[in-house]
């Protein structure tokens, strides 16, 4: 990789955030890869790159495709107080109880999920490198963004409640604060049965933290001087207003690390899910699809940043 595009690609990391915020999209597919077997390891970690700018375009889509943005989301209170009791999970039935245009109104993401996993898995079947890629990148976005509570609710950025300015808030600056202190490792991959069951169940997990999450940002809000709550910093070449450091790090606390706690839940998840569709596939030989190995020095360093995240040490992505 060139030397400007990799400053590029690092400034990005620092300065964009949409979505879990940028930063985490990329922390999240990049470190899924160190929950695979031996069997991916090698096609992945060849590709480690890849799959991580490739972690946003997802989020990028939304610029010019108009169905993308109901994909990233399901807003289950349109459903009533206990939604996940009375939405089918298959679509057919759901579309006939609800109708389609209500399902895409209020969010697809479970079902974009599992049509995700069985591209995925037809692209391992056909041992096509570049859909495999940007399957799998596409898919760890939006299993990601169903861990993030506030993909989950009508209220997804406060504004119902006035606490507008929440959702950048929780999935863009706290992990850009502190996630380099998150001990994200919790295990291989598994093997998912059901990949639409498991979706929902994600899902279900993320609505039942909207709750906190809105109520101890307005508690913080009533106590916290409210001419230290935000700061200007700068992004790019922008200064802007952001969450100061102090109302961030408060914040985090009231919530108790939930934001590293659903990461940790979303980069399992997303090795869990590219394990399973290559397990569905027939477990294809992934190594003959490398079309150029690592150089031994970058092997050296995907290797040393695996053991560091296994290890729960200080991660700094760097490319």
């Not at 996993?117 to 692209?123: F, G």
């Not at 979303?266 to 027939?282: N, P």
Request: glycine letters at 4%; hydrophobic letters at 40%.
């Amino acid at each position: 990789m060139k030397p400007i595009l990799r400053l590029t690609i690092a400034l990005i990391l620092i300065t964009i955030c949409s979505s879990w915020g940028f930063y985490a999209h990329y922390r999240i597919n990049r470190l899924a890869v160190f929950t695979l077997p031996a069997a991916m390891k090698g096609f992945y970690r060849t590709n480690i790159e890849y799959i991580t700018q490739h972690a946003v375009s997802a989020d990028k889509r939304r610029y010019v495709d108009s169905t993308e943005a109901p994909r990233h989301y399901l807003n289950a209170d349109h459903y009533g107080k206990k939604p996940f009791a009375k939405i089918p999970q298959n679509w057919d039935d759901a579309a006939i109880k609800y109708s389609a245009d209500t399902l895409l109104k209020y969010g697809t993401v479970p079902w974009v999920i599992q049509n995700n996993y069985y591209r995925l898995v037809k692209a391992f079947k056909e041992h096509d490198t570049t859909a495999i890629l940007n399957t799998s990148a596409n898919l760890g976005h939006y299993i990601a963004d169903a861990h993030v509570p506030l993909h989950l609710t009508q209220n997804y950025n406060g504004q119902l409640t006035n606490q507008t300015g929440i959702h950048a808030l929780w999935e863009s600056r706290l992990p850009e604060l502190f996630g380099n202190h998150y001990h994200c490792y919790i295990g291989k991959a598994r093997y998912i049965n059901d990949p639409l069951k498991e979706a929902f169940k994600i899902c279900q997990a993320s609505f039942k933290e909207v709750d906190s999450v809105l109520r101890f940002e307005r508690l913080l809000n009533k106590t916290f001087p409210s001419s230290k709550k935000y700061v200007i910093i700068k992004r790019g070449n922008k200064q802007v207003k952001d969450y100061s450091v102090a109302y961030s790090k408060a914040y985090q606390k009231m919530i108790n690390q939930m934001v590293e706690r659903r990461m940790r839940s979303a980069i399992l998840a997303v090795g869990s899910y590219w394990f399973s569709a290559w397990v569905d596939a027939g477990q294809p030989d992934l190594d003959k699809l490398i079309k150029q190995p690592l150089i031994e020095a970058e092997n050296k360093k995907i290797a040393r940043e695996e053991s560091w995240f296994k290890a729960g040490k200080l991660l700094v992505l760097r490319h």
